[in-house]
């Protein structure tokens, strides 16, 4: 007979969901990976996300503010300088 079996099913519904935000707008409604809080399209899954040490990750100081008062610095200079030019 089909339909007749019981599933155990409680667990499943019990279980946390994921945190992640469709692409709608709307929370995931999957299940968590257990000890995680994602599922494992989110990535809950083993081996997801960067690498321990991920070298990419690192930042460059490209935008500090010590390097960005200096390239204000080297643009007044600049200007300076053009302005002496052009009085000569």
């Given at each position: ?13 019990n ?21 995680k ?42 200007r ?9």
């Open positions: 007979m089909v339909g007749q079996h019981t599933r155990n099913v409680a667990p499943m519904r279980a946390l969901r994921c945190g992640a935000k469709t692409r709608k707008g709307t929370p995931c409604q999957a299940p968590a990976v257990s000890g809080k994602r599922c494992r399209m989110h990535g809950g899954a083993k081996g997801s996300g960067a690498p321990m040490g991920n070298q990419n990750a690192l930042k460059h100081g490209l935008y500090t503010a010590e390097s960005r008062a200096f390239a204000k610095h080297v643009r007044d200079l600049i300076e300088g053009s302005e002496l030019v052009e009085k000569s």
